[in-house]
């Protein structure tokens, strides 16, 4: 069983939302963190938020500041990244990654697990 595995991607018009799904194994909320990530073609991973019991929740992008909101469900085994009015410049893959043992921060290479990735594209 993969550690994170993301689901909820695909093809909107602006304007519209979609809800991304990190499904978890082997973290728990109460020691570790999680954070949504995405990165666009010939462009660098961006950290978009982060939550987790030790800092609580995160938003470390500007760009989708009031738009995307993240969240936990299913008793802390589902990270939602709840994402409104979607633009074009939010097309991106989009990946949840964890910290084991750590607060939620925004230098991405101290995360160390990564899910596959899901694939948003926001076109008319």
């Known amino acids: 069983q993969l550690p994170l595995v993301e689901s909820g991607g695909g093809l909107v018009q602006p304007g519209e939302s979609l809800r991304l799904s990190c499904a978890i194994s082997?973290?728990?909320?109460?020691?570790?963190?999680i954070g949504w990530f995405r990165q666009a073609p010939g462009k660098e991973r961006e950290a978009i938020s982060c939550?987790?019991?030790?800092?609580?929740?995160?938003d470390f992008s500007e760009s989708v500041k009031g738009r995307f909101t993240i969240s936990t469900a299913n008793n802390n085994k589902t990270v939602y990244l709840q994402m409104n009015t979607l633009q074009p410049e939010d097309t991106a893959t989009y990946y949840c990654?964890?910290?084991?043992?750590?607060?939620?921060?925004?230098?991405?290479?101290?995360?160390?697990?990564w899910g596959q990735g899901t694939q948003v594209t926001v076109s008319s």
């Open positions: 990654a964890g910290r084991k043992g750590r607060g939620c921060t925004s230098y991405i290479f101290l995360y160390d697990t």
């Open positions: 082997g973290f728990t909320m109460d020691h570790d963190s």
């Open positions: 939550i987790g019991t030790i800092t609580g929740a995160m």
